[in-house]
Nanobody
Framework: QVQVVESGGGSVQPGGSLTLSCVVS????????IAWYRQPPGQQRVEIAT???????NIADSVKGRFIFWRDNAKNSVDLQMHSLKPEDTAVYYC?????????WGQGTQVIVSS
């Protein structure tokens, strides 16, 4: 059974930091691209960061310079470290494991940035 589990969400003041974690089990982790998405209230889900199985990364302009992320193949995990958080970063954050044939989603973790 495949499981994708996000954790680390919460409430933070503007300018603060949070680290989200995504742990994947039930698949050959090394063979999958891992992506972070977010869905702000009332908006569509959008991709913000991806890390390929070779370690290559892409990150959206909206979070570039503030969010960093890395993949740990030994732990089947990808962490997303978020700094200088803004109210517009408020969203449900989702982790996805995908390859050319299939994709798996986590249940999401809520991040609220508010004073």
């Amino acid at each position: 059974q495949v499981q994708v589990v996000e954790s680390g969400g919460g409430s933070v003041q503007p300018g603060g930091s949070l680290t989200l974690s995504c742990v994947v089990s039930g698949i050959a982790f090394n063979n999958y691209i891992i992506a972070w998405y977010r869905q702000p209230p009332g908006q569509q889900r959008v991709e913000i960061a991806t890390v390929a199985n070779d370690g290559g990364t892409n990150i959206a302009d909206s979070v570039k310079g503030r969010f960093i992320f890395w993949r740990d193949n030994a732990k089947n995990s990808v962490d997303l470290q978020m700094h200088s958080l803004k109210p517009e970063d408020t969203a449900v954050y989702y982790c996805q494991a995908r390859n050319w044939r299939e994709s798996y989603w986590g249940q999401g973790t809520q991040v609220i940035v508010s004073s």
